[in-house]
């Protein structure tokens, strides 16, 4: 049986990018796994639909041609942002508009994600799609992010941080990643996570999954997301976080009726929920049944 703790840690946490690699899906597959995955038992770890904003009305075409039992019902979508912010701000305005189409699916962009190269780039985003979208900054962790995390601070945003990629380089390390999740916590600047996060713990996989690339260390979800609540709930520092992003066991990770023991550290149902309600928000994932099967497997599902 799942656990509140666990329902707590992983509801609504797995944003669809089947879209993008290493799966790159076409659009029709993409949109039927997403489909699948709101009718199944585990509907309820299941976020958003990520998607190109430039692919909208592919995304409508593949939408409506699902069978009738598969319609989409009130999809929520985050887009990437083709950076031109005021052409963007006004495709969100009138996708989520009022339109007379019957045949258009149910469906609202509930976000945008950006990529910035430092808090200038920030400021001069800000107002684009401002009241329209929840705004995500995608930013560089391979220096110390605090003086953009302030810049998205003061822009009402959030931030995101890309966690992996199909090559070894676009895996930040260790370090790195804890002084991220430390800084938002410090500068109370919610975060989503994108690629690389395929696995619950951290482990060894090839990153493209076709047998063409060599292992790589990979961060694990449960991780990045316990960390993230001990930084949230606790404060605690880099140098407390970098142990538990870097933990690779799961007897490290102790889920029971009242939450979760985390390296000896125990974080309450109530701890856990504010943390992914306020902080850690979600991570993107080109597959929704590979960590629900790991999940299950590691016997937390």
């Keep these: 049986m799942t656990t509140l703790a666990a329902r707590a840690l992983l509801g609504t946490l797995i944003d669809y990018a089947g879209l993008f690699p290493p799966a790159e899906l076409p659009m029709a597959e993409a949109v039927s796994a997403y489909a699948a995955a709101r009718s199944g038992r585990e509907a309820w770890m299941l976020g958003r639909f990520v998607l190109p904003l430039a692919r909208l009305e592919e995304f409508e075409r593949a939408a409506g041609a699902l069978p009738g039992g598969r319609a989409p019902t009130a999809w929520p979508l985050s887009v990437i942002g083709s950076g031109d912010g005021r052409a963007d701000a006004a495709t969100i305005a009138a996708f989520n508009g009022p339109r007379d189409d019957a045949a258009r699916p149910d469906a609202r962009i509930e976000a945008i994600e950006m990529r910035v190269d430092g808090p200038r780039a920030v400021a001069g985003a800000a107002d684009l799609a401002g009241g329209l979208a929840e705004r995500f900054f995608e930013l560089d962790i391979s220096s110390d992010p605090s003086a953009t995390l302030a810049a998205v601070a003061r822009a009402g945003g959030r931030a995101k941080v890309r966690t992996g990629g199909v090559t070894a380089d676009r895996f930040p390390s260790v370090g790195e990643l804890a002084r991220f999740l430390e800084s ?10 994108t690629a690389g996060l395929h696995h619950p ?8 999954g076709d047998g063409r690339s060599q292992p790589v260390v990979m961060h694990g979800f449960l991780n990045v997301m316990l960390a993230a609540a001990l930084a949230f709930d606790g404060g605690a520092r880099a140098a407390d976080l970098e142990p538990v992003l870097a933990e690779p066991s799961p007897a490290a990770f102790a889920f029971d009726a009242a939450g979760v023991v985390v390296k000896g550290r125990r974080l309450t149902v109530e701890a856990l929920a504010s943390a992914r309600r306020s902080f850690a928000l979600s991570f993107g994932s080109c597959s929704f049944d ?3 099967s790991e999940l299950k497997a590691l016997g937390i599902l």
């Design 290 to 292: 590979d960590p629900v």
């Design 184 to 193: 938002c916590a410090a500068a109370r600047v919610a975060f989503k996570e």
């Design 201 to 208: 713990l951290r482990s060894a996989h090839a990153p493209t």
